[in-house]
């Protein structure tokens, strides 16, 4: 080994040895999301930290353990990962920042329908599998991995759908479908990369007792087809 590749090696050595020692809330700064990733309580190091009653966003995470990447700090990009229980979002992903861009990796994991702005109305749960969605330049890059959910509030019974997450005109997309009794539903969820998002669900039906209760729940009539539309903004 030349002596330069020694001085290199010995170089990375030492920036891994001393970030190893940094605080956690020393790490979250780093990381880019220490005024949106709140706890109450913070322990640990950047290696292995932990976080009582996080928060992100604004959305209840519970328990959090979570450590930054040695190997992307090295290379100037940043990849936090995190598993979260006893709060909204219960799994594991990946908070990833690097060229210009950032977004999340490898999520899979349950959390509450109200996540893609749905209609207060309509409840249920969706439910991520090796989901990776990517921001950069203001717009939607990339998206993958699959996304189903168990519907509540459009009859007595649950209704299942499913779809998988992409990017269209800038924005993120995620498109859920499924039918109740035969008769379609749809969860149409666009966010933008400023957190603006518009959620639509849509039911398709002619069966009177359903069309009815849509109606007094305050979803817009069309013919067979009955929509309900939220918007807002995710802070």
């Known amino acids: 080994m030349t002596d330069l590749r020694l001085l290199l090696v010995f170089l990375a050595a030492l920036v891994i040895a001393l970030v190893a020692t940094v605080p956690l809330p020393v790490a ?43 190997g992307q700090l090295l290379v100037g990009g940043r990849t936090l990962t995190v598993v979260a229980r006893g709060g909204a979002f219960e799994g594991r992903g990946k908070i990833v920042a690097r060229g210009g861009g950032s977004g999340v990796e490898a999520v899979t994991g349950r959390a509450p329908l109200s996540m893609l702005g749905a209609p207060a109305s309509v409840t249920g749960v969706i439910t991520l599998k090796a989901v990776a969605v990517g921001f950069a330049g203001g717009r939607c890059r990339w998206a993958v991995g699959q996304i189903s959910a168990e519907v509540r509030g459009l009859g007595d019974q649950p209704v299942v759908l499913t779809g998988r997450p992409a990017c269209r005109d800038a924005a993120l997309v995620i498109a859920l479908n499924g039918s109740r009794s035969g008769a379609p539903v749809e969860v149409l969820a666009r966010l933008e990369a400023t957190g603006r998002y518009n959620t639509r669900v849509r039911v398709s039906t002619a069966e009177p007792v359903l069309g009815a209760l849509l109606s007094a729940d305050g979803f817009v009539s069309d013919g067979s087809d009955y929509s309900k539309t939220n918007e807002g903004r995710f802070q």
């Open 28 to 70: 979250l700064a780093a990381s880019g999301l220490g005024g949106r990733l709140t706890a109450r309580e913070v322990h640990g190091t950047i290696w292995r930290g932990r976080l009582e009653q996080a928060a992100l966003g604004g959305v209840g995470l519970g328990e959090v353990r979570l450590g930054l990447g040695a």
